[in-house]
């Protein structure tokens, strides 16, 4: 079986790895110039170490983010550092460096089967061509170019981007910072997110709605509008580099698709469900969906099987995908709120919402095992 993946990022590589450890021919077209981490850091939760393990490399990553329960407490908090919610516990969630990931995910996946620089500009059922006219056939044309896929335009109907309404900034901090704490804070249309990596490090972010303005400028604006929040903010912003700060608009599908599955093409990560980042989980995912195609072709023994095999694909992740999707859009509206009456009551309904109710709606949402073949 040959498999073409579009698209070298989290989703593209973790099912590059899975197919490739089971001798599948997998060749990934890239259209950047270099495959290289966007973004800094992220949360792995449960689920994601599992559909790591799925691929084979969830102990590497596990050594690499180092152990769980890093900080003792978990939860929301105002801008004061009172606290709304509490975790009632960390769900093995780690938070890792994604050049990290990266790093051992490009590892895993053997020398000459990645080709950067390749642009896809025609996507068939069996087949791709690249901006250069060159034409590859392969048995599943695997869609992981997330936001904007080309394959997804090409070869489904596709609802397009909608703006979510707010913006973030990200960035890791160069040095450790104290903090027995994670979790966001939240104010008036305005938050800002604290997740310690295993050495110290913060990856930390600070989203705020469009209503009051966009998330323009770098680390100066942040520190203006975020600076004189509870501690250890300030210090997390002293302890940045303003050229690793990036930003940018928060970005969804504009509709759920009718299918993650055209023919012999599909899709994966946030080609087939972009989100908001409420809930941490849109690499865990993609993984999620890698681990799966991955162990559903794997156990195809003749391309005539494809067909069934991706429909199974499709029924095992849609469902999940588009659910976990509306959550964290509503899970955005509400900590986003930026009028007075709106924000007041979101503050009250979460201290009045008990620890273990937080703790079993975010085990609801990272319960997920790998199929069975």
């Keep these: 079986m040959r498999v073409i993946v579009v698209g070298a990022g989290i989703g593209g590589l973790a099912i590059a790895v899975g197919l490739r450890q089971a001798g599948v021919d997998v060749q990934l077209l890239e259209r950047a110039d270099r495959v290289r981490a966007h973004g800094s850091g992220l949360s792995l939760f449960g689920n994601g170490f599992r559909a790591l393990d799925a691929i084979g490399i969830g102990d590497q990553v596990r050594a690499a983010a180092g152990p769980a329960g890093v900080v003792d407490?978990?939860?929301?908090?105002?801008?004061d550092g009172s606290w709304l919610t509490r975790m009632a516990s960390t769900h093995d969630v780690r938070v890792i460096d994604r050049a990290d990931l990266y790093r051992i995910l490009l590892a895993a996946v053997p020398a000459g089967s990645i080709r950067a620089g390749a642009r896809v500009v025609e996507v068939g059922d069996t087949s791709v061509v690249l901006d250069t006219g060159e034409h590859r056939s392969a048995d599943v044309i695997v869609g992981a170019d997330g936001l904007r896929s080309a394959v997804r335009s090409s070869a489904f109907d596709d609802p397009g981007v909608r703006d979510s309404g707010y913006g973030a900034w990200r960035a890791i901090t160069t040095r450790p910072v104290a903090t027995d704490a994670a979790g966001e804070s939240v104010?008036?249309?305005e938050r800002f997110g604290i997740a310690p990596l295993a050495d110290g490090r913060i990856y930390w972010f600070a989203c705020v709605s469009a209503s009051l303005g966009r998330c323009a400028g770098g680390l100066d604006e942040v520190a203006c509008r975020f600076g004189h929040w509870h501690p250890p903010i300030e210090e997390i912003l002293d302890a940045t580099d303003p050229a690793s700060v990036s930003s940018l608009p928060i970005e969804e599908l504009a509709a759920p698709l009718a299918s993650f599955v055209s023919g012999r093409?599909?899709?994966?990560?946030d080609a087939a469900h972009a989100m908001t980042p409420n809930l941490g989980q849109g690499a865990n995912l993609a993984i999620e969906d890698a681990a799966t195609l991955a162990t559903l072709l794997v156990a195809a023994k003749h391309g005539d099987e494809v067909p069934a095999v991706l429909a199974r694909y499709d029924t095992l992740r849609r469902g999940r995908a588009q659910r976990i999707a509306r959550q964290a859009r509503a899970l955005g509206a509400v900590m986003q709120a930026s009028h007075p009456v709106t924000s007041t009551l979101r503050d009250l309904a979460m201290?009045?919402?008990?620890?273990?109710?937080?703790?079993?709606?975010?085990?609801?949402?990272?319960?997920?095992?790998?199929p069975t073949p």
Excluded at 73 to 79: A, L, V
Excluded at 354 to 367: I, L, N
């Design 73 to 79: 407490r978990s939860g929301t908090r105002r801008p």
């Design 187 to 189: 104010g008036r249309g």
């Design 265 to 269: 093409r599909v899709l994966i990560g």
């Design 351 to 370: 201290r009045w919402v008990p620890a273990r109710v937080v703790d079993s709606r975010v085990r609801a949402v990272t319960r997920w095992s790998p």
